[in-house]
Nanobody, 123 residues
Framework: QVQLVESGGGLVQAGGSLRLSCAAS????????MGWFRQAPGKEREFVAA????????YYTDSVKGRFTISRDNAKNTVDLQMNSLKSEDTAVYYC????????????????WGQGTQVTVSS
């Protein structure tokens, strides 16, 4: 089992920045690819970013490329999402997720989820 706890959400003005953090415990964190997802009101949950087990590769949905950065610290069992130049359309609940696989692909099965943290961007 893996337990994931997100933090760092809040209210920010458009153009501002936030840094989300996900703390993992339980199963070996360093052997898992990690991801961030988000769900806006009335919409389906969508993929935002992912990072391989060793941080060697990162992946982003097109709408956040160049603005968001995913990173991880396997010594601290954390994965972060730095969000810059935030837009109102980034408003959503953000979820951290873990897979049992080392690597990410569009077909990755996400086995563990956090409870989510709210990000609200005011225009």
């Amino acid at each position: 089992q893996v337990q994931l706890v997100e933090s760092g959400g809040g209210l920010v003005q458009a153009g501002g920045s936030l840094r989300l953090s996900c703390a993992a415990s339980g199963r070996t964190f360093s052997g898992s690819a990690m991801g961030w997802f988000r769900q806006a009101p009335g919409k389906e949950r969508e993929f935002v970013a992912a990072i391989t087990w060793n941080g060697g590769n990162t992946y982003y949905t097109d709408s956040v490329k160049g603005r968001f950065t995913i990173s991880r610290d396997n010594a601290k069992n954390t994965v972060d999402l730095q969000m810059n130049s935030l837009k109102s359309e980034d408003t959503a609940v953000y979820y951290c997720a873990a897979t049992k696989a080392y690597y990410y692909s569009p077909n990755t099965r996400w086995d563990y989820w956090g409870q989510g943290t709210q990000v609200t961007v005011s225009s």
